[in-house]
Each structure stands twice: as structure tokens, then as C-alpha cells.
């Protein structure tokens, strides 16, 4: 309709404008500066710094002790990563520990069926080394990539939950290892896949397995906020209906995600194998769990239409910290699982509800009754958007 | 009427044991405005999700610029150039304006980046906030977050992507319930110059004063049938409130004439 430019209403004065740049400025602050990831990152580095501190001759904050943590979290992280995208799709994995398993024992296996005759090997001696890693390799990213698939293909075609879905394939992963292994771990993998690969460093000390998860983490961060798949990752998990009405191809979406964090599992897979050299079949139980912890202590919520990547990152990373500084310390690790579980209540609490109330006013809540003054009753409830609780 | 781009015919949808659907037939013609009426329950909104791909009818059939929409498919409908405002409006809480009115029509890069899905995200938030300016909508940002709109300002947006996607119709499920009166005139201008483009124009109102200055006809629904086509020249408040509530109902409800 014919409209003189000046009776223009400011559809967003922020376009462009000095004083909207400044919003926008205020609004990036917002959303990125005091996010769940910058919060949990300084809860780290604090961590990082009570330990160095405390630790005998400061043995925490020694650069090979770094090495190690970065080695002892790229699988983790890589994990929580790849569950953030899952929960921001309203979905979630629970069979990832055993699909790093499964993924392993079938690259071990290959690897040490293809290695040579069976004497040689027992020996360390492999006539056919490059086909045999190249082979295993492969192998555990396929099987990890078709194990993510299957999950997929169960929740978009047969449509049951992918709660149950992955804890019923949790089941048949853990199974079918120790079918494939008579329940001992696989021994002779190739030493040459630890010392080129799992152990080996770059620049002296970082891991060349956390450089490569950093790597795809940093792809997931772009996939995420700067490409489609990334937009329909988040309107799936904010409002399935919508993004049905708005014709896209939700079914497909989802089976590429569930396929996408079965890779990361079956990448997981070979980490292990080439860090230890074995496969750790009563290793992992707790892995998945331990991702989904780490990607809502890091800002991802369970209801969809939120990922925080670096969020999942640095909460992930805080589970490590933990257990590489209880180990240190000399205290027994079990500590670390009551602290994450403690964090991972208290991150989730704090946070909800946070746009309309500081922190300290979350916190002076604890100390009044629930029910009486102004809902605090609904921890998380903001979260809630868009229905029923369907994990 | 004119060649028509939308025609449902003897629809018959079924939940549980409610019939929202019970027959009901309707067309709409090239630049024609058809309002849908009827009381709460009718079953407009289900006969409008039927036509759009939205929801399958369990009988009858829909036909777009002539070809059958079977089966039923919000994508079809779409790439036949039909968009929608709902009722309950669809969008995602957690997406900005500018990426809920291109969500399903994402622009992106082209060259090497094409095949990564990279968005052109200038792009779609400059023709975001163009097509908001046309509605004359007020926003507190192109950033903003659905989810921190007003109801009205939700609507808009609703609005807007639906008048940016439509190539043939536009069909609309109450578009100005939430809207103050200036803004409920730059919709009803909007569903004009539609119409004047050659798009059909299908809307939902409760607003029946409204509904006979802009409509070109008024299709009037009871309990899932189709009990009066109306052209505005024959269209009186009367005769649809009539038809809407039926002879018994009508009797008791309205003054006699
Ligand atoms: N998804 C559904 N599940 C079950 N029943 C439904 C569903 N959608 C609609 N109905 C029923 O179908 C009938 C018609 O509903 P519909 O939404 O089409 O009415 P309407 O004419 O749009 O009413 P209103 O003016 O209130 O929007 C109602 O009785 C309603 O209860
Ligand atoms: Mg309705």
C-alpha cells in the first residue's frame, strides 16, 4: 500500500542504526557474554585455579598435567557436543556409552583379525598394519554411525521416544560387545595406532584427540548459528508442529542428527582403542549421562529449541576437572560424581527463570518456603516452552 | 466466479467421535476474498487445515490450480504457492522474526558454501524487515525472539511470512484477533492487494461487519456442512447469522425482523 517513507514505522529500528547497533551490541552481550558457557568456563578456570592451589607442588597446573586433561576429555566433550544438538532437537541419546563401546570392539576386532596370522600378532608383529587400522578405523566410525542410524530409523519410523529407543539399543549395544568379545576386552591392537594417533602430541603437548575434537566442535559451533541445518535443528526442537506446518523434513533432519552423534561415538570408539590400546568394555556406563549432564550444566535444556555448543564444552570439561583433580588430590573419584550431580541441580535451578530474576534473588529463594512468595515452586518451568515433557 | 485456485469438495474429517467435518464443500476464486464463518466449532480452522496440506480429511477432496492435493502435504500445498496464517499461528518460540518468517524458505550463500547450507543472514533479515514494513508492524527488534512478542506482534509476523510465501492463495485463520484497529486495517488492506495481485483469499472472522465490506462472498459453515455461499450482494448480518445458528437456534437467539 502507497506509504510516504517518512510515516514508516521502525518495523526493527536496530537495523543498521547507530543507537540500534548499540542494542544489538547490549543483545549480543546478553545472549553471548553472560551465557551458561562464559558462567560454567570461569566456574573451570576457578576449578583449575582451587586445585592448582591445593594440589602438592602445584602438580594441577603443570603443562603435562593439562596434556592429560585435554586427553581425558575429548571423548567426553565430544559426547556432551553432540548430545547438546540431540536435547536442542528435543531428543536425546542415553546409548552413546554403548555405542563407544560397540563401535571399539568391532574396530579392535578388525583390526586384529586383518593385523596377520594370529601368532604374529600375539607377537606386535603385523604384516599388514596400514589396512588393518585403516580397515578398524573405519570400521568403528561405521559401526558407531549405524548404531546412531538404527536409533534414528526407531524413532522417526516405528515413533517411540528416543528415551526409550536408546535405552533399549543402551542394552543391545552392551550385548552385542560382549557377544563379540566373550566379555574380555580385545588385546594386540596395533601400539603404532597409540603412538601416532592417542598419545601422540602436538607442539609437545596438546593431544592430537582433543586438537581433533576441538576441531569438529568448533564445525558444530558454525553448523549450528550459521547454517540451515543449524536453524532447523532449533525450530524442530522449539516447536515440532511449526516446523511440520513449515514443510521441513523433520524425519530425515532427525535420522541425520541421531547418525551424526553415533559418528562422534564411533570416533569416541577409536580414541579409546588408540589411547589404551584395548577396548574398555566396563568403561563408558555412564558416559552418555555424563554428556547430557554436561550439555545442560552448560545452558542446553532438555525441552528443545536451545544448544549451547562451547556451553557443553566447558560443562563437560568441568566433570574432567573434577576427576583428574580428585585423582591428584589422592581422593577417591567417586566424589566427582556427587559434585557434578550437585553442580548439574544447581546450574538448572539458577538458571531458571534468570530473565526475570538475578541470581541472588534465586538464591536469597532457597531460604523461603515454596508455594508462598511468587512461584519458585516451577524450577525450570520457563523451560518448558512449547508442551509436554516428551525426553 | 472467477477460475478457481482453491476448491474443497464433501470434506469429511472425524475426531474420536466429534465430526468436524461433515460435508462441507467451498472454492475460492482467483483475486476473490472468501470469508468462512460460523460458531465456535464449526469446524473452520479443521476445514482450513485440510486445505493447506495440514491435517488429511477422512473423505472428499482438495484441489489446488486444479490438481488434486492427495496425498495431503503442507509441502505440496506450498510449492502450489498456498501459505498460511493458523489460528494458533505456528511459530517457534525460541527463533528470531527474521528466521521464523523464512524457517522452510531459508536463503543461503551460493558458490562453495552452497552445498554446507550456509544462510545468508543480512539477506533475510533486510527482507524480513521489509515485509514487517508493509504490515506496518512495530517490533522491538528483527532479533528479537518470537517468544519475547506480544500477541499481536506474534500475529504480524505470522502475517508476514505468510504474505511473503503465498504465490496463489492465502488462507487465514482469524488474522486479526490479537490486532488493535489501525493494525486490523493494514491486514484488511493487505488481503486486498492480494486479491488485487490475482492471489484467492481465504479468511476466517468472527468480525461479521468486517467480513461484508471485504468479502466477495461469505461461505457460512454449521456443525461441519456448508449451509450458505453467499455473494456479498446477497449477504446480509442477518441472513448469515441465520445460517450459522440454524432456524431452531436462530429463533430463540435473534429479534425477528
Ligand atoms: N485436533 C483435534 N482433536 C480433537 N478434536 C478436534 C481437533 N481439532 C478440532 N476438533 C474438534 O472439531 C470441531 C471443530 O473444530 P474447529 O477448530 O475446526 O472449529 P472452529 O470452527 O475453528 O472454531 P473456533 O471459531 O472456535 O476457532 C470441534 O468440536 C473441536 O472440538
Ligand atoms: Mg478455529
Redesign the pocket.
Given at each position: 500500500m502507497p506509504r510516504r517513507p517518512a510515516d514508516r514505522p521502525p518495523a526493527a529500528a536496530a537495523l543498521g542504526r547507530p543507537a540500534g547497533r548499540l542494542r544489538r551490541a547490549v543483545r549480543w552481550g546478553g545472549t553471548h557474554l553472560l551465557s551458561a558457557a562464559v558462567g560454567i568456563a570461569v566456574v573451570d578456570v576457578g576449578l583449575v585455579l582451587v586445585f592448582g592451589a591445593i594440589t602438592p607442588g602445584h602438580a594441577f597446573l603443570q603443562l603435562s598435567n593439562f596434556t592429560d586433561l585435554g586427553l581425558d576429555a575429548s571423548e567426553i566433550v565430544l559426547l556432551s557436543c553432540g548430545s547438546a544438538f540431540l536435547l536442542g532437537a528435543r531428543e536425546l541419546d542415553i546409548s552413546l556409552g554403548a555405542n563407544v563401546i560397540l563401535s571399539s570392539v568391532v574396530g579392535g576386532r578388525l583390526m586384529v583379525a586383518l593385523g596377520g596370522p594370529t601368532a604374529d600378532v600375539q607377537q606386535g608383529i603385523y604384516p599388514h598394519l596400514t589396512v588393518a587400522v585403516l580397515v578398524g578405523v573405519l570400521g568403528a566410525l561405521a559401526t558407531g554411525l549405524a548404531f546412531g542410524l538404527v536409533n534414528g530409523l526407531i524413532v522417526t519410523r516405528l515413533r517411540v521416544t528416543s528415551f526409550i529407543t536408546t535405552l533399549g539399543t543402551l542394552g543391545i549395544g552392551m550385548g552385542l560387545s560382549y557377544v563379540l568379545t566373550n566379555g574380555s576386552n580385545i588385546a594386540y591392537i596395533p601400539s603404532q595406532l597409540q603412538t601416532d594417533f592417542g598419545t601422540a602430541t602436538v607442539a609437545g603437548w596438546i593431544p592430537v584427540p582433543a586438537l581433533t575434537v576441538v576441531l569438529i566442535v568448533a564445525v558444530l559451533w558454525f553448523l549450528l548459528n550459521r547454517t540451515r541445518f543449524g536453524l532447523r535443528t532449533i525450530a524442530i526442537g522449539s516447536s515440532r508442529e511449526t516446523a511440520r506446518r513449515a514443510g521441513l523434513p523433520i524425519e530425515r533432519h532427525l535420522l541425520a542428527l541421531f547418525g551424526m552423534v553415533g559418528g562422534f561415538a564411533g570416533l569416541c570408539g577409536v580414541i579409546d582403542l588408540s589411547r589404551f590400546a584395548t577396548t574398555d568394555l566396563s568403561g563408558h556406563q555412564t558416559d552418555a549421562l555424563t554428556a547430557i549432564a554436561g550439555a545442560v550444566i552448560g545452558g542446553t535444556t532438555l525441552y528443545g529449541g536451545g544448544v549451547a555448543v562451547w556451553g557443553a564444552v566447558f560443562g563437560a570439561l568441568l566433570a574432567v576437572i573434577l576427576d583428574v583433580g580428585l585423582v591428584i588430590l589422592g581422593l577417591p573419584t567417586f566424589y566427582q560424581l556427587i559434585a557434578v550431580g550437585v553442580i548439574l541441580i544447581a546450574a538448572v535451578y539458577l538458571r531458571s527463570g534468570t530473565e526475570r530474576r538475578s541470581v541472588w534473588g534465586r538464591l536469597s529463594a532457597l531460604t523461603r518456603r515454596p508455594g508462598r512468595s511468587g512461584g519458585n515452586t516451577q524450577a525450570g518451568s520457563e523451560e518448558l516452552v512449547g508442551g509436554e515433557v516428551e525426553m | 466466479m472467477a477460475e478457481p485456485v482453491i476448491e474443497a469438495c464433501r470434506l469429511w474429517?472425524r475426531?474420536?467421535h466429534?465430526e468436524?467435518?461433515r460435508g462441507a464443500s467451498m472454492a475460492v476464486g482467483r483475486g476473490e476474498i472468501v470469508a468462512l464463518v460460523?460458531?465456535?466449532?464449526?469446524?473452520?480452522?479443521?476445514?482450513?487445515k485440510v486445505v493447506c496440506g495440514a491435517m488429511a480429511a477422512d473423505g472428499g477432496e482438495v484441489r489446488i490450480a486444479g490438481r488434486r492435493l492427495e496425498p495431503a502435504s503442507v509441502i505440496t500445498a506450498q510449492r502450489l504457492g498456498v501459505d498460511v496464517v493458523y489460528?494458533d499461528l505456528a511459530l517457534a518460540p525460541h527463533l528470531t522474526v527474521a528466521q521464523s518468517i523464512f524457517l522452510g524458505h531459508e536463503v543461503v550463500h551460493g558458490g562453495w558454501r552452497a552445498p554446507l547450507g550456509v544462510l545468508a543472514r543480512q539477506r533475510m533479515r533486510r527482507d524480513a524487515d521489509d515485509a514487517l514494513r508493509v504490515l506496518g508492524i512495530v517490533l522491538p527488534a528483527i532479533d528479537a525472539r518470537v517468544q519475547e512478542l506480544s500477541g499481536g506482534q506474534q500475529q504480524a509476523v505470522a502475517m508476514a511470512r505468510a504474505v511473503k510465501w503465498s504465490r496463489r492463495a492465502i488462507l487465514l485463520?482469524?488474522p486479526t484477533a490479537a490486532l488493535g484497529t489501525k493494525q486490523t486495517q493494514i491486514v484488511i488492506e493487505t488481503l486486498r492487494s492480494a486479491a488485487r495481485r490475482g492471489l484467492g483469499v481465504l479468511v476466517?472472522s468472527?468480525d461479521m461487519p468486517r467480513m461484508l465490506q471485504v468479502a466477495d462472498r461469505i461461505v457460512v459453515?454449521r456443525h461441519?456442512r456448508t449451509v450458505a455461499d453467499l455473494h456479498r450482494s446477497e449477504a446480509t448480518l442477518q441472513g448469515i447469522v441465520l445460517a450459522m445458528l440454524g432456524e431452531e437456534e436462530a429463533r430463540g437467539a435473534a429479534p425477528p425482523s
Amino acid at each position: 500500500m502507497p506509504r510516504r517513507p517518512a510515516d514508516r514505522p521502525p518495523a526493527a529500528a536496530a537495523l543498521g542504526r547507530p543507537a540500534g547497533r548499540l542494542r544489538r551490541a547490549v543483545r549480543w552481550g546478553g545472549t553471548h557474554l553472560l551465557s551458561a558457557a562464559v558462567g560454567i568456563a570461569v566456574v573451570d578456570v576457578g576449578l583449575v585455579l582451587v586445585f592448582g592451589a591445593i594440589t602438592p607442588g602445584h602438580a594441577f597446573l603443570q603443562l603435562s598435567n593439562f596434556t592429560d586433561l585435554g586427553l581425558d576429555a575429548s571423548e567426553i566433550v565430544l559426547l556432551s557436543c553432540g548430545s547438546a544438538f540431540l536435547l536442542g532437537a528435543r531428543e536425546l541419546d542415553i546409548s552413546l556409552g554403548a555405542n563407544v563401546i560397540l563401535s571399539s570392539v568391532v574396530g579392535g576386532r578388525l583390526m586384529v583379525a586383518l593385523g596377520g596370522p594370529t601368532a604374529d600378532v600375539q607377537q606386535g608383529i603385523y604384516p599388514h598394519l596400514t589396512v588393518a587400522v585403516l580397515v578398524g578405523v573405519l570400521g568403528a566410525l561405521a559401526t558407531g554411525l549405524a548404531f546412531g542410524l538404527v536409533n534414528g530409523l526407531i524413532v522417526t519410523r516405528l515413533r517411540v521416544t528416543s528415551f526409550i529407543t536408546t535405552l533399549g539399543t543402551l542394552g543391545i549395544g552392551m550385548g552385542l560387545s560382549y557377544v563379540l568379545t566373550n566379555g574380555s576386552n580385545i588385546a594386540y591392537i596395533p601400539s603404532q595406532l597409540q603412538t601416532d594417533f592417542g598419545t601422540a602430541t602436538v607442539a609437545g603437548w596438546i593431544p592430537v584427540p582433543a586438537l581433533t575434537v576441538v576441531l569438529i566442535v568448533a564445525v558444530l559451533w558454525f553448523l549450528l548459528n550459521r547454517t540451515r541445518f543449524g536453524l532447523r535443528t532449533i525450530a524442530i526442537g522449539s516447536s515440532r508442529e511449526t516446523a511440520r506446518r513449515a514443510g521441513l523434513p523433520i524425519e530425515r533432519h532427525l535420522l541425520a542428527l541421531f547418525g551424526m552423534v553415533g559418528g562422534f561415538a564411533g570416533l569416541c570408539g577409536v580414541i579409546d582403542l588408540s589411547r589404551f590400546a584395548t577396548t574398555d568394555l566396563s568403561g563408558h556406563q555412564t558416559d552418555a549421562l555424563t554428556a547430557i549432564a554436561g550439555a545442560v550444566i552448560g545452558g542446553t535444556t532438555l525441552y528443545g529449541g536451545g544448544v549451547a555448543v562451547w556451553g557443553a564444552v566447558f560443562g563437560a570439561l568441568l566433570a574432567v576437572i573434577l576427576d583428574v583433580g580428585l585423582v591428584i588430590l589422592g581422593l577417591p573419584t567417586f566424589y566427582q560424581l556427587i559434585a557434578v550431580g550437585v553442580i548439574l541441580i544447581a546450574a538448572v535451578y539458577l538458571r531458571s527463570g534468570t530473565e526475570r530474576r538475578s541470581v541472588w534473588g534465586r538464591l536469597s529463594a532457597l531460604t523461603r518456603r515454596p508455594g508462598r512468595s511468587g512461584g519458585n515452586t516451577q524450577a525450570g518451568s520457563e523451560e518448558l516452552v512449547g508442551g509436554e515433557v516428551e525426553m | 466466479m472467477a477460475e478457481p485456485v482453491i476448491e474443497a469438495c464433501r470434506l469429511w474429517k472425524r475426531f474420536g467421535h466429534v465430526e468436524a467435518l461433515r460435508g462441507a464443500s467451498m472454492a475460492v476464486g482467483r483475486g476473490e476474498i472468501v470469508a468462512l464463518v460460523g460458531d465456535n466449532g464449526a469446524g473452520k480452522s479443521t476445514l482450513l487445515k485440510v486445505v493447506c496440506g495440514a491435517m488429511a480429511a477422512d473423505g472428499g477432496e482438495v484441489r489446488i490450480a486444479g490438481r488434486r492435493l492427495e496425498p495431503a502435504s503442507v509441502i505440496t500445498a506450498q510449492r502450489l504457492g498456498v501459505d498460511v496464517v493458523y489460528q494458533d499461528l505456528a511459530l517457534a518460540p525460541h527463533l528470531t522474526v527474521a528466521q521464523s518468517i523464512f524457517l522452510g524458505h531459508e536463503v543461503v550463500h551460493g558458490g562453495w558454501r552452497a552445498p554446507l547450507g550456509v544462510l545468508a543472514r543480512q539477506r533475510m533479515r533486510r527482507d524480513a524487515d521489509d515485509a514487517l514494513r508493509v504490515l506496518g508492524i512495530v517490533l522491538p527488534a528483527i532479533d528479537a525472539r518470537v517468544q519475547e512478542l506480544s500477541g499481536g506482534q506474534q500475529q504480524a509476523v505470522a502475517m508476514a511470512r505468510a504474505v511473503k510465501w503465498s504465490r496463489r492463495a492465502i488462507l487465514l485463520d482469524e488474522p486479526t484477533a490479537a490486532l488493535g484497529t489501525k493494525q486490523t486495517q493494514i491486514v484488511i488492506e493487505t488481503l486486498r492487494s492480494a486479491a488485487r495481485r490475482g492471489l484467492g483469499v481465504l479468511v476466517i472472522s468472527h468480525d461479521m461487519p468486517r467480513m461484508l465490506q471485504v468479502a466477495d462472498r461469505i461461505v457460512v459453515l454449521r456443525h461441519g456442512r456448508t449451509v450458505a455461499d453467499l455473494h456479498r450482494s446477497e449477504a446480509t448480518l442477518q441472513g448469515i447469522v441465520l445460517a450459522m445458528l440454524g432456524e431452531e437456534e436462530a429463533r430463540g437467539a435473534a429479534p425477528p425482523s
